[in-house]
């Protein structure tokens, strides 16, 4: 695969970093851990999709007074906001995905079509398809610029992916590949090479394989907090880096950080600074959100999300699916490029779509057209 890789990237792959990454997906779940059922996988994907479309309404505002000023008192019930709010683009009704669930549509259905495995080229042309002719208001996100950008240029595969954008979308996409390949040998090298068709960097790799080593471990049977403690403690269970930033996550959901934990850049810090003079105001877990930086970028972004995850999966039997999501939603900023993977992993680790609310899957637009792609591709 990796000769693949760096043959459709034009070589532009370190052959120290093939080694490395190799050397990585050696070191998968056992093989005897109980394989996910039906009901599992698509929980996770399904999961996924309605926490995003609970959320897509209050997504990317940057202010949580405004969030609790538009909510008026229904904190209880943030999901499905009645009046889509986010200020930079509008997906349409209430019910839809935001653009990180968008940019899974043309994922999930290239697989459905193709006897439910992943094939990077059928992939490519899905996301091109979704882009210029299925959905072609939809917001398009740095990667999925440069992605179409490359595929005008005759690129193709992990060729059209961004070079530089480590961003969240590294991670959004795992649980749909994670959710069929668990448990099997190939299964992250599906995870990196769908991650290079849109952003072809050993950043967006190094977060997005991380989160699904962790993915994996629940879809093979293991809660939420073993997975996590495997992660950060296992060495050779994750990169380095990787290990530090679970560590940081778990350690946070026990003792939240009171203080920011980077410099914002200056288009950030008016943001910020009426953040931090309203923090009094906060639970202690959105304000934690806001000290890791709130924003799509990683470590940021993915420590987030791993922290919410140590949070609440204690739960996930129970009532932790939708705690987490509201919750992460009520933290504001980019909390549609969170809610996927939290949504996923909450509801894999539940190990049944009964961890999702009826009401969320009636309000999820498209959830029947997903639920009948998922029963094509995990059955």
Same mark, same amino acid.
């Given at each position: 695969?990796?000769?693949?890789?760096?043959?459709?990237?034009?070589?532009?792959? +370190?052959?120290? %970093?093939?080694?490395?990454? %190799?050397?990585?997906?050696?070191?998968?779940? +056992?093989?005897?851990?109980? !394989?996910?059922?039906?009901?599992?996988?698509?929980?996770?994907?399904?999961?996924?999709?309605?926490?995003?479309?609970?959320?897509?309404?209050?997504?990317?505002?940057?202010?949580? /007074?405004?969030?609790?000023?538009?909510?008026?008192?229904? =904190?209880?019930?943030?999901? &499905?906001?009645?009046?889509?709010?986010?200020?930079?683009?509008?997906?349409?009704?209430?019910?839809? +995905?935001?653009?990180?669930?968008?940019?899974?549509? !043309?994922?999930?259905?290239?697989?459905?079509?193709?006897?439910?495995?992943?094939?990077?080229?059928?992939?490519? =042309?899905?996301?091109? #398809?979704?882009?210029?002719?299925?959905?072609?208001? /939809?917001?398009? @996100?740095?990667?999925?610029?440069?992605?179409?950008?490359?595929?005008?240029?005759?690129?193709?595969?992990?060729?059209?992916?961004?070079?530089?954008?480590?961003?969240?979308?590294?991670?959004?996409?795992?649980?749909?590949?994670?959710?069929?390949?668990?448990?099997?040998? =190939?299964?992250?090298? *599906?995870?990196?090479?769908?991650?290079?068709?849109?952003?072809? @960097?050993?950043?967006?790799?190094?977060?997005?394989?991380?989160?699904?080593?962790?993915?994996?471990?629940?879809?093979?049977?293991?809660?939420?907090?073993?997975?996590?403690?495997?992660?950060?403690?296992?060495?050779?269970?994750?990169?380095?880096?990787?290990?530090?930033?679970?560590?940081?996550?778990?350690?946070?959901?026990?003792?939240? !950080?009171?203080?920011?934990?980077? #410099?914002?850049?200056?288009?950030?810090?008016?943001?910020?600074? *009426?953040?931090?003079?309203?923090?009094?105001?906060?639970? !202690?877990?959105?304000?934690?959100?806001?000290?890791?930086?709130?924003?799509?970028? @990683?470590?940021?972004?993915?420590? @987030?999300?791993?922290?919410?995850?140590?949070?609440?999966?204690?739960?996930?039997? /129970? /009532?932790?699916?939708?705690?987490?999501?509201?919750?992460?939603?009520?933290?504001?900023?980019?909390?549609?490029?969170?809610?996927? &993977?939290?949504?996923?992993?909450?509801?894999?680790?539940?190990?049944?779509?009964?961890?999702?609310?009826?009401?969320?899957?009636?309000?999820?637009?498209?959830? #029947?057209? &997903? #639920?009948?792609?998922?029963?094509?591709?995990?059955?």
């Amino acid at each position: 695969l990796m000769q693949r890789l760096l043959k459709l990237s034009g070589g532009n792959l +370190q052959a120290s %970093r093939a080694v490395q990454v %190799r050397g990585l997906a050696a070191q998968t779940a +056992q093989a005897s851990m109980s !394989p996910p059922s039906i009901s599992q996988r698509k929980a996770a994907v399904l999961g996924g999709f309605c926490a995003d479309s609970a959320t897509y309404p209050l997504h990317w505002i940057y202010d949580v /007074s405004k969030v609790k000023e538009l909510l008026s008192g229904k =904190e209880d019930c943030p999901e &499905f906001y009645p009046t889509p709010s986010c200020p930079f683009y509008n997906s349409g009704p209430v019910g839809v +995905q935001s653009c990180y669930g968008d940019e899974l549509i !043309p994922l999930l259905k290239a697989m459905a079509e193709n006897g439910g495995e992943f094939d990077a080229a059928k992939y490519t =042309e899905a996301l091109h #398809e979704f882009y210029t002719k299925a959905s072609p208001n /939809s917001y398009r @996100n740095k990667s999925i610029r440069s992605f179409l950008a490359a595929y005008d240029e005759g690129k193709r595969g992990v060729a059209c992916g961004d070079t530089t954008d480590s961003q969240a979308n590294c991670f959004t996409k795992v649980p749909i590949i994670v959710a069929k390949y668990a448990g099997r040998p =190939e299964c992250m090298a *599906k995870v990196e090479e769908a991650i290079r068709v849109q952003q072809n @960097n050993d950043q967006a790799v190094q977060h997005g394989m991380a989160a699904a080593r962790i993915m994996e471990k629940v879809m093979l049977g293991d809660s939420i907090d073993a997975a996590l403690a495997w992660a950060k403690d296992t060495p050779g269970a994750l990169e380095p880096e990787m290990q530090q930033l679970v560590a940081k996550a778990v350690e946070a959901a026990k003792n939240p !950080p009171k203080e920011l934990t980077f #410099e914002p850049p200056a288009y950030m810090k008016p943001m910020m600074d *009426k953040m931090v003079a309203e923090k009094d105001s906060m639970s !202690p877990y959105t304000w934690a959100v806001w000290c890791h930086g709130p924003a799509c970028g @990683n470590p940021a972004a993915l420590t @987030n999300v791993l922290m919410t995850a140590a949070a609440f999966g204690a739960k996930a039997s /129970s /009532s932790g699916y939708a705690e987490a999501v509201r919750s992460n939603l009520l933290a504001a900023g980019d909390n549609a490029s969170r809610t996927i &993977f939290i949504g996923a992993l909450l509801a894999a680790a539940n190990g049944t779509e009964a961890a999702i609310p009826e009401e969320w899957k009636k309000a999820t637009k498209h959830f #029947e057209q &997903f #639920e009948k792609w998922c029963d094509q591709i995990y059955a």
